[in-house]
């Protein structure tokens, strides 16, 4: 029974490191399967979703040296099956990649359904779409994807919903396809632009990633890199809504603020002071701060991963806040446990109407998602008295040493693994 316990109460205050950029990371790692040769990635998150991929490519063939907790050289020289272990690859969505990489890599895979966080209904026709156009043909049966392309030829792609993950797999798929291939109405995530220079730093020819259309002109083969993974978004932007939350005051560090602008512009609107630098933000509140209206939106729009987290925030807020989900039907599940600490959500199918409270009260609850996981946890430390969060290993798919990042920004968080450890957490802590 893993679980996080805390005691909230405490401004959390002091410095933060940012990780590199879990969905760029879980998108460069198989992608480092179309070079055949080797290559070094910097900045990897040490999450569990990137030693899963680990685990994946492996099976695969790679072989992969871990140089440091951040960086590894994978050699991807000896890719000597086209079936993906079928355990690994539904346990998480980003698995899709493998698809695009080994179509480019082999012109065949046979992988499991994506899983990953329950959000909605999550469906890949676009990526297939894309594999389609560059002339591959994908079935799709008994929870597993078999696809296979004699060869690859660039095509125009038309997304008919902005998808990150369609995007990408697009880009994998033509990198080495025989002619020029458009992406119109591309995803515009950072990660996307990531994936893009990784792809880009081993010789492949893509340009206008990050706007709307993404041209790519195939090239034969790739050669060894070295690549270091931007600053995660996300990860950031929890810090920035927990010190808020906690009415504290963080300087975020190693970050892109450009990236961050929907999450700042938002969190000033409610009067928390935001001061940008090079590459950090310093973010602080010390008192109540107001309600707004979000709606989650494709990049450069306030990013769906953010919700939970900004939820928490506005739950604590002066007056009546509405979220608007727009990407995925079903990312309200944490709303339950978040009523168990207080606070006054009515959901309405993809839109929340959240009127602020005046303080959380700690309580026993789970962990929903990933991102929903750690808007508890802020949650957690924002309440007066205990809670405890489980289900935690849904944090840990995208959060590197999240406890001991809380922890030393002042926050009393610990991991515990029995009732005899939550005893004496509540012993010390008092
Ligand atoms: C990626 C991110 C995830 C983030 C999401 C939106 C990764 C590994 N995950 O997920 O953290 O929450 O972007 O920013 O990068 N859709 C379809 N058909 C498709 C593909 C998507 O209908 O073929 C729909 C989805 O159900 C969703 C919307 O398009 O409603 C956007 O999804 P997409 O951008 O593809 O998200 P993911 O790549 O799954």
Redesign the pocket.
């Known amino acids: 029974m893993e679980q996080y316990i805390m005691k909230g109460g405490n401004p959390l205050v002091g410095d933060v490191t940012i990780s590199g950029a879990?969905?760029a990371a879980?998108?460069i790692l198989p992608a480092a399967l179309l070079i055949n040769g080797t290559c070094t990635i910097n900045n990897l998150p040490n999450i569990s979703d990137v030693k899963i991929y680990c685990e994946i490519l492996e099976n695969l063939g790679a072989k992969i040296h871990w140089n440091s907790t951040n960086e590894l050289t994978i050699d991807t020289r000896n890719i000597d099956t086209t079936e993906a272990p079928i355990d690994l690859t539904s346990k998480f969505?980003?698995s899709?990649y493998i698809i695009g990489a080994m179509l480019g890599r082999k012109g065949e895979i046979e992988v499991g359904m994506p899983g990953?966080?329950k959000?909605?209904?999550?469906?890949?026709?676009?990526?297939?779409?894309g594999f389609e156009a560059l002339g591959a043909n994908v079935d799709i049966g008994q929870g597993k994807i078999i696809a296979k392309a004699k060869k690859l030829k660039g095509a125009s792609i038309y997304m008919?919903?902005?998808?990150?993950?369609?995007?990408?797999n697009a880009m994998l798929a033509a990198v080495l396809a025989e002619g020029t291939t458009t992406i119109d109405n591309a995803?515009k995530?950072p990660?996307v632009v990531d994936v893009a220079n990784f792809l880009n730093s081993m010789g492949a020819k893509i340009r206008g990633a990050g706007t709307d259309v993404i041209r790519i002109k195939g090239v034969e083969k790739f050669g060894d890199c070295q690549y270091s993974i931007i600053p995660d978004q996300?990860e950031a932007g929890t810090f920035m809504t927990a010190a808020v939350a906690t009415k504290g005051d963080i300087m975020i560090k190693n970050v892109i603020p450009k990236h961050l602008e929907a999450i700042s512009a938002k969190l000033i609107e409610i009067g928390a002071e935001v001061v940008e630098f090079d590459d950090a933000v310093r973010v602080s509140a010390t008192k109540r701060l107001e309600s707004t209206n979000i709606k989650t939106l494709?990049?450069p729009g306030f990013?769906?991963?953010m919700q939970p987290q900004m939820a928490v925030t506005l739950a604590l807020s002066n007056g009546t806040s509405v979220i608007s989900e727009s990407?995925?039907?079903n990312r309200f599940r944490y709303v339950d446990e978040l009523t168990k600490m207080g606070a006054t959500i009515q959901v309405d199918g993809r839109t929340a109407i959240i009127s602020g409270v005046e303080g959380f009260t700690g309580a026993d609850v789970h962990a929903p998602d990933?991102?929903a996981g750690a808007a508890l946890v802020i949650a957690g430390l924002s309440a007066k008295g205990f809670t405890t969060v489980s289900d935690i290993g849904y944090i840990y798919r995208g959060y590197e040493q999240f406890e001991q990042k809380l922890k030393q920004l002042g926050g009393e968080i610990q991991l515990v693994n029995n009732e005899k450890e939550v005893a004496k957490f509540k012993l010390k802590i008092g």
């Open positions: 879990k969905n879980v998108a969505r980003a899709y990953g966080c959000l909605g209904a999550r469906p890949i026709d676009q990526h297939i779409k008919d919903i902005t998808s990150v993950g369609a995007t990408i995803a995530e990660h996300i494709p990049y990013p769906t991963d990407i995925f039907e990933l991102r």
